[in-house]
Structures are given as C-alpha cells and as structure tokens.
C-alpha cells in the first residue's frame, strides 16, 4: 500500500466527489466525511483537529481525490472501507489561512509565528468529544464526527488523527497504549520510511505527563482525556481540567473492537539536535523554544516576519517539506494497517 503513495499526491482535491455533509461548524461552514470501499477492514482518518496543524488536511484531501477515482476491483477500495473526515475543524483552517492557505513545497516560519492561531483547551476539538449520549455541550464539529462514526456497521480497525507540531527534530508517532507491545512492524516500517527521506526522528521524554509515555526513539504513547485532567488537577487547576472531553481515539475505541489508533507528529519545521542529549531536561530543546518565545515578542513589537525567517535558517532551522510530511503520514497508515492485519493474521 505504501507504494501508492505518488498516485496519492498526484491526485487533484479539486476533481474529487462531493463528500457528505455530516454537520456544521460553530461559524455555519459544512464538515465533509466520505466513505470508500466494500472490504472487511474499516479505517477512519480524520484530520484537522487543531487549526494550526495544515497537512493532515492536505493529505487526506489527495486521498479522498484518489480514492474516488479508483475502480470498485482496485484492492485499496475491495480490501479496505474508509471513513474520511479531511478536515473536522474549517472555522480554525480559515482562521490559519494567512500563512498556510496555499504553500508551494514548504511552510515561511515568520509567517506562521506572526499569524498562527490554535485553539485552547475546552475549544480544542481533539479532545472534545461528548462524554456521552446526552453530551449536548460538546462542540458541534466533535458531535457531527461522533454521530457519523456511530452509523458505521461494525467496530473500527484503524484510527488516525494527523497531526502536526510547529518545530521539533523530525517526525514523531503516537501509539496507542493498548497496541504498545504490538508495535514491532509499525516501528519498524516507520522508521524505514522516515530514515529513507533523511530524517532524524524526533525523541523527548516526558515522563508519562498527560499519557505521553516515551517507547522509544520517535514513538510515544498517546495522550488521552484521564491523563490530561489528573495533570492540570494535580497543578491546582481544577477548572482546566473539567474542560477536557475525550479525544477522537478515546471516541473510535468506545465504539468496541480493539482499534489501533495512531496520531501523526510531522514537524513544520526542524530544529537539529533535539533529543540528542534527551534529558530532561533536553538543553537544545530548551534553547529552541526560548528562541522561538524571542522571536515571537519581537513580531509582536513590530519585527519584519522575514528577518525572523532569515535568522532561522541561519540558525540551522529548516520548513519540512510538505510532499515528505504526507507521504509519512500515509506510511503512518499503511504501517497500521500492516501491522493490525498481521496480528490478526489476516
């Protein structure tokens, strides 16, 4: 599967079908979900979750493209049925639209220190999920996505939420907790993949803070809701923590089965030398972020976003390449994929 990737990325959004309206945003924009294919193993993909996170978006847009164009007998749709939200969360894509509209190869870091916006907890739709049926005060894209998966007829397989991160040292992959010790083909394939393209994988230890268990380099745990409350309760901060819902992984794996759920890290923009001294603390860690908190002061007080650019690369920072982020995010999935049929045997 992992090969199919080039007829992925040369697919064009623009001619693909019409997907379904499953809701709407709190601002009125329609959320799209699309469903593909008539195989035994069901896959969600859902991208978006945090406004300023632009490639998930992207990439599952060419896929959608692909998909749609694919004959019934081609094994992508006979083998495998997709349900695809590109993006759940339009109103942060516009309001992020300023700096990651329409890049060419690569994100400008001046642009996207100067003008990113994200969500903060109790808005963030990864972890707003309803708690329940009769959840009514969760946010509307979360409560769209969550009734559409409910009409799937049967447990999911796969689950990934693409996600990106401003700046680390390469790509970064959540697992989930319950697949932990059933990781050795989807690190293994990642790994590859990642390595092949000339990268390092980024590598932090958080010492389980909000569920982020380190595994091994550029694999971790993924978060979840428990864990973020008992860390901003264990701060004092009681009204934060009543404020995190579940996230999409929580969500899927509530629907039965045991799903594989996965979160894609892939890095904006790369920062050498994190994790080579892990720590904590990680000092080249530390000296990146004190150095991305100057330079957004100045653009705040007025500095040229270019010179912020300019300063960057000469420091060493350089934008990952958009086409390198998806093609990773999409060994991501087939990487689950593989790794979820060889453990079933199938």
């Not at 079908?17 to 469903?35: C, D, K, L, N, Y």
Request: aromatic share 8%; glycine share 12%.
């Amino acid at each position: 599967m992992y090969e199919r990737i080039a007829h992925i990325l040369a697919s064009d959004p623009e001619r693909a079908a019409q997907g379904t309206a499953i809701g709407q945003s709190r601002e009125g924009r329609s959320i799209q979900g699309f469903r593909f294919g008539s195989g035994p193993f069901r896959v969600s993909l859902v991208g978006g979750s945090h406004a300023d996170e632009p490639v998930g978006p992207q990439m599952l847009r060419h896929l959608v493209a692909c998909l749609d164009s694919l004959p019934a007998n081609d094994p992508l749709v006979a083998g495998y049925e997709w349900w695809i939200i590109p993006h759940v969360n339009p109103d942060g894509e516009e309001r992020n639209r300023s700096w990651a509209g329409d890049p060419s190869d690569a994100y400008d870091v001046g642009a996207y220190l100067e003008h990113v916006v994200r969500e903060l907890p109790g808005d963030d739709i990864e972890f707003g999920y309803p708690r329940d049926y009769a959840d009514t005060e969760a946010r509307p894209e979360n409560r769209a996505a969550w009734k559409w998966w409910r009409t799937a007829p049967g447990p999911f397989d796969l689950h990934a939420s693409l996600h990106g991160m401003g700046f680390a040292a390469g790509p970064w992959h959540l697992v989930e907790g319950a697949w932990r010790d059933r990781r050795g083909l989807l690190v293994e394939r990642c790994s590859a993949a990642a390595h092949s393209l000339g990268y390092v994988l980024h590598d932090v230890e958080r010492g389980g803070e909000k569920g982020f268990e380190r595994i091994e380099r550029g694999f971790c745990t993924r978060p979840d809701s428990r864990r973020m409350r008992e860390h901003f309760e264990a701060q004092g901060d009681r009204e934060t923590a009543g404020l995190f819902r579940p996230s999409s992984m929580e969500a899927i794996r509530s629907l039965g089965g045991d799903p594989l759920t996965l979160v894609s890290e892939m890095p904006l923009f790369l920062t050498p030398g994190v994790g080579d001294e892990l720590g904590p603390p990680d000092p080249v860690l530390e000296a990146w972020r004190a150095q991305v908190m100057e330079w957004r002061g100045r653009l705040t007080a007025g500095a040229d976003s270019g010179t912020i650019s300019n300063e960057a690369a000469a420091m060493g920072m350089t934008a990952m390449p958009i086409r390198d982020q998806m093609e990773l995010q999409w060994r991501l999935i087939t990487a689950g994929i593989e790794q979820v049929e060889g453990e079933r045997g199938c």
